[in-house]
């Protein structure tokens, strides 16, 4: 079937399906160039750009969710504007499937039409071996999500390259800013006191240890599993000469010494890494490491029961965070209970994490160009839905995100402030 058919088709399709969108501004630029603006929107939210015909007519016999991102990820078609339009959009394809002759006869042609199914060449998914949550396991797992590329993530992260979510003083602040009073927040929470020692779970980049350290004279360790991560870290430890007093190890927590145990240990957003089976294991490490009369803090994104039954995207276990898993606030609770720690804190900080990921994505799109440079188009597309999925589900209320502080059994009550005010300052 030549082009210009396929074209005709997928107009008549798009009309079929725009019935649940009449007030939508959506604009569709075909692969030759021409447009189908059906609203006849000068300056619509969101034009899709179609450019493999048989393969977005292969994408409509079978619309579900990761065949829709993995055609934008494959470029069949490009987005650009609203995704929220996009993903409304992406929501009414798929509830209809189209049939080779359901096609045929929208097209005025009675022969069986030679569709295809698009072929992916960019995407490299994971394809991690044996059980998950196991050391090995968690390894390649997070290899595949944060090796990916120090200098991409640099682009549009914080300027202490710290990829979990910020605290914002104000709504207006900039991401560097929230970023570093997320830092001096935990800092305060956890009652940090010069000399004594702190672990720092999933540390990341190692904004943590090296402001801990740097600021409040502790000597602060960290771990990971990304070695990107981990030489990221130790050479800034070098360049600002705190090789005495903090250091980042390429190692799981589960590897950690239990004979080594640390004044306070913080983890910063790596609770949906960990796996609702091996909680236990989590928590009861965490209290192994801990000296007696201890602190600890948490940060962690949850479900929201409340708001429903959590759906993950499709796409994200393949493509951007594999092995995640989140559960509700009150399981992580209930699993650290049981290991003997005290609740002392809980703050839910959902707003925060909203914020930071509408920043994220701003700041990512507007360095598009220059991130094809670390990354293939594939990579950057898989990131801009996820953070912009990201950015709604927190708006929506789809997940949660929580502070929340645990106390050893043997911790001097006397030595807690009587308020949060106090803890902040």
């Known amino acids: 079937m030549n082009e ?15 019935k649940d969108f009449q007030d939508a501004s959506i604009a569709f630029r075909f692969w030759d160039g021409s447009e189908f603006n059906p609203n006849k929107t000068d300056s619509p939210a969101l034009t899709v750009i179609l450019r493999d015909p048989e393969g977005f007519l292969g994408l409509l016999t079978n619309p579900d ?19 929220s339009v996009a993903v409304q959009l992406g929501e009414s394809l798929g509830k209809k499937k189209w049939s080779k002759t359901e096609l045929a006869k929208l097209a005025g042609n009675a022969i069986s039409l030679s569709v295809r199914s698009f072929i992916n060449k960019q995407s490299s998914s994971f394809r991690g071996k044996g059980k998950a949550h196991t050391v090995a396991r968690d390894k390649e797992a997070v290899s595949y999500t944060y090796d990916t590329s120090n200098d991409f993530y640099a682009l549009w992260l914080d300027k202490n390259m710290i990829y979990s979510g910020a605290y914002f003083p104000r709504r207006d602040a900039t991401v560097d800013e929230a970023q570093d009073t997320k830092l001096e927040y935990i800092c305060k929470k956890l009652l940090l006191k010069h000399g004594e020692t702190l672990l720092d779970i999933g540390c990341g980049w190692g904004a943590l240890v090296i402001h801990a350290a740097k600021n409040y004279g502790v000597k ?15 050479a800034k430890i070098r360049q600002l000469g705190l090789q005495d007093k903090c250091e980042v190890k390429l190692m799981d927590y589960r590897e950690v010494p239990e004979a080594r ?9 790596m609770l949906h890494h960990v796996g609702e089976e091996v909680l236990p294991e ?3 490490k965490i209290r192994a490491l801990l000296k007696p009369g201890g602190i600890s803090f948490q940060l962690g994104i949850t479900t929201l029961p409340a708001k429903g039954k959590y759906k993950s995207p499709a796409f994200a276990d393949k493509y951007f965070m594999p092995d995640y898993h989140l559960v509700s606030i ?23 994490y909203y914020l930071t990921s509408k920043h994220w994505l701003s700041r990512l799109e507007a360095r598009h160009n220059d991130a094809l440079k ?11 839905l996820s953070l912009f999925l990201m950015m709604a589900g927190f708006q ?23 308020s949060r005010e106090g803890i902040k300052n």
């Open 4 to 18: 210009i058919k396929i074209k005709e088709l997928v107009t008549k399709i798009i009309s079929v399906t725009l």
């Open 65 to 83: 969710e990761l065949a829709l991102a993995e055609a934008y990820f494959s470029d069949v078609f490009d987005l650009e504007g609203d995704l």
């Open 220 to 234: 602060a360790t960290g771990v990971t599993l990304s070695k990107q991560q981990a030489d990221f870290a130790n």
């Open 261 to 269: 145990q640390f004044d306070k240990i913080a983890s910063v957003e």
């Open 282 to 284: 989590y928590f009861r």
């Open 330 to 352: 009150s399981t992580y609770l209930d699993h650290a209970e049981k290991q003997g720690f005290e609740i002392y804190d809980l703050e839910d900080v959902r707003e925060h």
């Open 374 to 384: 670390y990354v293939n188009e594939f990579t950057y597309r898989v990131v801009r």
């Open 396 to 418: 929506k209320g789809m997940m949660g995100f929580y502070h929340f502080i645990l106390l050893d059994k043997k911790t001097d009550i006397e030595s807690l402030p009587v």
